[in-house]
């Protein structure tokens, strides 16, 4: 058991959570969407009535919420052999999360969520391809997630490959060329050269903005969600040197 965790057992903590999500409510229409969870348990495991209670943009307030927390070195200290136990039935995330591989931008910890919170999918330059598209369908379709978030970072070695024109090996290359697009759409100033860090930084949020469309332009499922009001699609980045994450307007 945790220092901030209130409790061991899973029984109690299904309990708090629909006891906890009962008062948030009532206190959401107060206070808007940031008390969602903050006045909750911020352990306790995001189960069906939660999803169900939450709106897009609240899903996208709890990711800033989180990362606020773990920019300021305050991420929360969970029981996760407890949220892995109350999650283990069923699966309710409120969020979906599509990030780059680099080894310091992991959306768990950067937007600091816990065990059944978000799904998360990984690819070098945080490219919708077809089968994140399809894992997202399910996410969101399926199972109820209220957001998709596209999380590009400073200092990416895939946007710097692009940039490059890298040529280090059949798929590599195929890869970075999908990122090519976004590199002739961000306006040059001075040298097409990875050294050009104003460059790479900009290329990299033109890669997610394109993510972003993307994912609505080629999946039907997911446009008409969003059109409906039923999900929202945003673009984020996140800055490895500050632990900020900046929501793309
Ligand atoms: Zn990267």
Redesign the pocket.
Known sequence: MCETCKTDAPELIRRRQLLGFASVLTAGAVFGVAPLRAMADECAPFLADAQAATTPDQAIALLADGNARFAAGASLKCDLLAEMTATAEKQTPFACVLA?I?SR?APELVFDQQVGDVFVARV??NLPTTEILGSFEYATKVAGAKAIVVLG?TH????KGAVDRADVGANLTVLLDEIEPAVLATPLEGERSSKNHHFVEAVAETNVRFAVAALTEKSPVLKAMADAGAIKVVGALYDIETGKVTFLG
Do not use: E, K, N
């Open positions: 780059c680099d931008s070098a330059g970072h990416c070695g895939a946007v």
